[in-house]
Every structure is written in C-alpha cells, then in structure tokens.
C-alpha cells in the first residue's frame, strides 16, 4: 500500500537549519507530484513545496522562497526539504503528500491524496 514517511524533525534555534525526508513505498514514485505541507496549533494546512514529476519543477510558498529548497531523489524514492534560516513561525507538524495528477494549485492539501503521518519542527531559543 502507499506509504509515506517523513523524518528530520526537530528542535532548532532562530535561524538554524533542518533536512526534512519522506520516503515513499507503494507506488511509481517517479509519476507522483510530492509536496510538503504544515499545519501549527490553530490554523489550516498550508503548502510549504511541491516538486512535480515530469520536469522537477518546484513551487514554493513565498513565506518560505529563498529560505527552503526541495529536490527528489527517485533512484531513493525519497524527497527532501531543506529548511534554512528558520524563525519561529515555522513551528509546525510538516507533512508529505503526493499525487498523480495535480489540476489546480499544487500547493493546494486538498489536491493530493496521499499523506505521510507528520514530523514535528520546533523553531525556538
């Protein structure tokens, strides 16, 4: 079955840095757009990244551009987050997701069906 995993969460400073990792088992990964998301005490699930699976393209939410960088390894089946300069307001459980086929926003939780079960990230001193 699909299965997503993530891992690389944390507690880390003001602008410290974390890699996030979801790897995936239970499908052709490499048809499959990934994203990540997160979601703090209170609010709605948000699109932090997406990287799509026919070119790689990336797409980022503008709270995190210049800060976060995502790439995919298929030869891994596995996506990475990597999270610099981090502040406080990135506190949040940070989730993957993936899909076949993305027809509006890929930044958009309610466009993907498949979702890892959350890795914790604490930004604090």
């Known amino acids: 079955q699909v299965q997503l995993v993530e891992s690389g969460g944390g507690l880390v400073q003001p602008g410290g840095s974390l890699r996030l990792s979801c790897a995936a088992s239970?499908?052709?990964?490499?048809?499959?757009?990934i994203g990540w998301f997160r979601q703090a005490p209170g609010k709605e699930r948000e699109g932090v990244s997406c990287?799509?699976?026919?070119?790689?393209?990336?797409y980022y939410a503008d709270s995190v551009k210049g800060r976060f960088t995502i790439s995919r390894d298929n030869a891994k089946n596995t996506v990475y987050l990597q999270m610099n300069s981090l502040k406080p307001e990135d506190t949040a459980v940070y989730y993957c997701?993936?899909?076949?086929?993305?027809?509006?926003?890929?930044?958009?939780?309610?466009?993907?069906?498949?979702w890892g079960q959350g890795t914790q990230v604490t930004v604090s001193s």
């Open positions: 990287i799509r699976s026919s070119d790689g393209s990336t």
């Open positions: 239970g499908f052709t990964f490499d048809y499959y757009a």
């Open positions: 997701a993936a899909d076949l086929m993305i027809y509006g926003d890929f930044l958009d939780p309610y466009e993907y069906d498949y």
